[in-house]
């Protein structure tokens, strides 16, 4: 693990990382819960006091004081704790908050290149998990909320704890001394004896994270493989691999449930092994007449509640456990290297059109790959306003090349610029300006037509949203929605096929204004007949701006004006494409599509 990581090794150090605890909130919750514990104290002395003191039948004006203090004492008990597990409340969100907007910032300059394999994988960027979604799921949802729950129980734990002891130790030792010393004695039983036996469910506690990504990547491959087990009848594989992440979950579980039993039993026996002292002390001071039988009542309930609430300790001590294994694998993500820098000011391309260019380029992967060169010494020339297709076998390097170009990758040497200014002097907000990618698969989210569409572009009108779906071949489609823009897509929502899919990803490329337009396999899911229809109607849709497009259909050169061959990180052919799709002035309006 980096020193970044061994930093966010616990619960509280990575919550610290992600910024101060407010310490408004902090001191609340500490004044709230002291007062509760001080009027638990209170009442128990008080309740003591006056049923000893009713026992010898005084005038009953005697107990009126009393019996006014239980009252308030029970009232104010209520309250007070109340008032402190708001306040923990309140600092929980507060922390799981900031938590995610830490985690959103440190994970946003790895996507998409730099945690392919998530945070439990030691393999390091550019390498392909199967289970890297899983992994990320149960490391953004799971361990965050792992982390902010471990530290609200162990606020409430360390503050109840910690008032009722000092309280009640300072009681006992004003009636007492040898009495507050033997419950000084307790409590220190009561703290050091169930947290060394919830140090024995660390290892499962560690086991369980990586065991929640295991079920989170078999219920997503189980989704995502349905149709193929269904097909060939081989459900039972899935089966298997369910019984064992069960198995093994239940493996871990059953030993954390033994090592938070055996801390409660410590904390049981301990409490009461400090009570029996308490009451020994108590006993030796009345018979010596230093402590009335009275008192000695008081003294007894005293000690029980300052030892009461370390019966919650045990839960908090596994939660910190737990809590402690998340966070060590969240600081594994923060860990990570990002594959490129953002600079601090972005440097703007010149007006006009925009063209790309790869100079001598060489990508060296890191971690699992061993220093494999993904792209050697590759020169690319995409001038403004022409068409360039990269083409080649799975792993020639084509998806690398876009994504070093949109500055997701950092080049180990040479230079990769759009509109002659380099990638590295731009920032995300200022390239979005210049250029649009279009995914392999395009992402929509569950909302509207019209929200999907503006993702490219914000302050799009919706007559800028109805002109950008009919250049791409979905006007009719449109049209035929009973909500029009308004209609809900995803999930929830209206269903949508592959080819609408990567026409819609091309509407927002076109709404975004970008003058550089990147192709990533945008036809890789579609049927033979369809992909050559939908390629052929985004090509026409880009106009007169300039497209590099990574696809592997056969007659591509009738699009483009240079098809370019990779092989192995290197270019092993070029040849001049016919550019079969018009282009003429008026098919493209910049105008209507700023940039």
């Given at each position: 693990?980096?020193?970044?990581?061994?930093?966010?090794?616990?619960?509280?150090?990575?919550?610290?990382?992600?910024?101060?605890?407010?310490?408004?909130?902090?001191?609340?919750?500490?004044?709230?819960?002291?007062?509760?514990?001080a009027c638990a104290v209170g009442l128990l002395a008080t309740s003591g006091w006056l049923l000893a003191r009713a026992s010898q039948?005084?005038?009953?004006?005697?107990?009126?004081?009393?019996?006014?203090?239980?009252?308030?004492?029970?009232?104010?008990?209520?309250?007070?704790?109340?008032?402190?597990?708001?306040?923990?409340?309140?600092?929980?969100?507060?922390?799981?908050?900031?938590?995610?907007?830490?985690?959103?910032?440190?994970?946003?300059?790895?996507?998409?290149?730099?945690?392919?394999?998530?945070?439990?994988?030691?393999?390091?960027?550019?390498?392909?998990?199967?289970?890297?979604?899983?992994?990320?799921?149960?490391?953004?949802?799971?361990?965050?909320?792992?982390?902010?729950?471990?530290?609200?129980?162990?606020?409430?734990?360390?503050?109840?704890?910690?008032?009722?002891?000092?309280?009640?130790?300072?009681?006992?030792?004003?009636?007492?001394?040898?009495?507050?010393?033997?419950?000084?004695?307790?409590?220190?039983?009561?703290?050091?004896?169930?947290?060394?036996?919830?140090?024995?469910?660390?290892?499962?506690?560690?086991?369980?994270?990586?065991?929640?990504?295991?079920?989170?990547?078999?219920?997503?491959?189980?989704?995502?493989?349905?149709?193929?087990?269904?097909?060939?009848?081989?459900?039972?594989?899935?089966?298997?691999?369910?019984?064992?992440?069960?198995?093994?979950?239940?493996?871990?579980?059953?030993?954390?449930?033994?090592?938070?039993?055996?801390?409660?039993?410590?904390?049981?026996?301990?409490?009461?092994?400090?009570?029996?002292?308490?009451?020994?002390?108590?006993?030796?001071?009345?018979?010596?007449?230093?402590?009335?039988?009275?008192?000695?009542?008081?003294?007894?309930?005293?000690?029980?509640?300052?030892?009461?609430?370390?019966?919650?300790?045990?839960?908090?001590?596994?939660?910190?456990?737990?809590?402690?294994?998340?966070?060590?694998?969240?600081?594994?993500?923060?860990?990570?290297?990002?594959?490129?820098?953002?600079?601090?000011?972005?440097?703007?391309?010149?007006?006009?059109?925009?063209?790309?260019?790869?100079?001598?380029?060489?990508?060296?992967?890191?971690?699992?790959?061993?220093?494999?060169?993904?792209?050697?010494?590759?020169?690319?020339?995409?001038?403004?306003?022409?068409?360039?297709?990269?083409?080649?076998?799975?792993?020639?390097?084509?998806?690398?090349?876009?994504?070093?170009?949109?500055?997701?990758?950092?080049?180990?040497?040479?230079?990769?610029?759009?509109?002659?200014?380099?990638?590295?002097?731009?920032?995300?907000?200022?390239?979005?300006?210049?250029?649009?990618?279009?995914?392999?698969?395009?992402?929509?989210?569950?909302?509207?037509?019209?929200?999907?569409?503006?993702?490219?572009?914000?302050?799009?009108?919706?007559?800028?949203?109805?002109?950008?779906?009919?250049?791409?071949?979905?006007?009719?489609?449109?049209?035929?929605?009973?909500?029009?823009?308004?209609?809900?897509?995803?999930?929830?929502?209206?269903?949508?096929?592959?080819?609408?899919?990567?026409?819609?990803?091309?509407?927002?490329?076109?709404?975004?204004?970008?003058?550089?337009?990147?192709?990533?396999?945008?036809?890789?899911?579609?049927?033979?007949?369809?992909?050559?229809?939908?390629?052929?109607?985004?090509?026409?849709?880009?106009?007169?701006?300039?497209?590099?497009?990574?696809?592997?259909?056969?007659?591509?050169?009738?699009?483009?004006?240079?098809?370019?061959?990779?092989?192995?990180?290197?270019?092993?052919?070029?040849?001049?494409?016919?550019?079969?799709?018009?282009?003429?002035?008026?098919?493209?309006?910049?105008?209507?599509?700023?940039?």
């Amino acid at each position: 693990m980096t020193a970044a990581a061994g930093q966010s090794s616990s619960a509280l150090g990575l919550s610290r990382r992600a910024g101060p605890l407010p310490r408004r909130g902090l001191a609340l919750a500490g004044a709230a819960g002291a007062l509760s514990a001080a009027c638990a104290v209170g009442l128990l002395a008080t309740s003591g006091w006056l049923l000893a003191r009713a026992s010898q039948r005084p005038p009953v004006f005697d107990l009126a004081v009393a019996i006014g203090a239980v009252q308030a004492f029970a009232l104010g008990r209520g309250i007070t704790r109340y008032l402190q597990r708001l306040a923990v409340h309140d600092l929980s969100l507060a922390t799981l908050a900031r938590l995610r907007l830490w985690l959103y910032d440190t994970v946003e300059p790895l996507v998409p290149d730099g945690v392919a394999a998530g945070p439990a994988a030691s393999a390091g960027p550019h390498t392909t998990a199967p289970g890297a979604t899983g992994s990320l799921l149960a490391g953004f949802v799971a361990d965050t909320e792992e982390v902010t729950e471990a530290l609200a129980r162990g606020t409430n734990a360390a503050i109840d704890l910690g008032a009722s002891i000092v309280l009640g130790a300072a009681v006992a030792w004003l009636l007492a001394p040898a009495a507050g010393a033997a419950l000084l004695a307790g409590a220190a039983g009561v703290i050091a004896l169930p947290d060394l036996a919830a140090r024995l469910g660390r290892s499962a506690a560690r086991r369980s994270a990586g065991i929640r990504a295991d079920l989170a990547d078999a219920v997503v491959e189980t989704v995502r493989s349905a149709p193929e087990l269904l097909a060939f009848g081989r459900r039972d594989l899935v089966q298997e691999r369910l019984d064992l992440v069960r198995r093994r979950a239940h493996s871990a579980a059953r030993r954390q449930a033994l090592s938070t039993g055996i801390a409660r039993a410590l904390a049981t026996w301990t409490a009461g092994a400090g009570l029996i002292g308490v009451v020994l002390a108590g006993l030796a001071a009345h018979r010596a007449d230093r402590l009335s039988g009275v008192m000695l009542t008081v003294l007894v309930l005293v000690s029980l509640a300052a030892l009461e609430p370390g019966a919650a300790l045990p839960a908090a001590l596994a939660g910190r456990v737990s809590g402690n294994a998340a966070a060590s694998r969240l600081g594994e993500l923060a860990g990570l290297e990002p594959p490129a820098r953002e600079p601090g000011a972005d440097a703007s391309p010149p007006p006009g059109s925009v063209g790309a260019l790869l100079d001598r380029v060489e990508v060296v992967a890191r971690g699992g790959w061993n220093g494999a060169v993904i792209l050697h010494d590759l020169s690319l020339t995409v001038p403004p306003g022409r068409r360039v297709a990269l083409t080649g076998p799975s792993g020639s390097g084509k998806s690398t090349t876009l994504h070093v170009l949109l500055h997701f990758l950092e080049a180990s040497s040479g230079t990769a610029s759009i509109g002659g200014v380099d990638v590295r002097r731009m920032t995300r907000a200022g390239m979005a300006r210049y250029v649009a990618w279009l995914a392999e698969e395009t992402h929509l989210f569950a909302t509207t037509l019209a929200d999907n569409l503006r993702l490219a572009r914000p302050e799009a009108t919706d007559a800028e949203c109805a002109a950008a779906l009919e250049r791409v071949g979905l006007g009719d489609w449109h049209r035929s929605l009973t909500g029009g823009l308004g209609t809900v897509l995803g999930g929830g929502g209206r269903a949508v096929s592959a080819g609408e899919r990567q026409r819609l990803g091309m509407a927002r490329a076109v709404l975004s204004g970008a003058g550089l337009l990147l192709l990533d396999e945008p036809t890789a899911h579609l049927d033979p007949w369809s992909s050559s229809q939908v390629l052929t109607e985004l090509l026409g849709a880009a106009g007169s701006r300039t497209v590099l497009v990574v696809s592997h259909e056969p007659d591509l050169g009738g699009h483009v004006d240079e098809v370019v061959t990779l092989d192995r990180g290197r270019v092993a052919a070029r040849r001049p494409g016919t550019a079969a799709v018009p282009r003429a002035p008026g098919r493209f309006d910049p105008g209507a599509f700023p940039v």
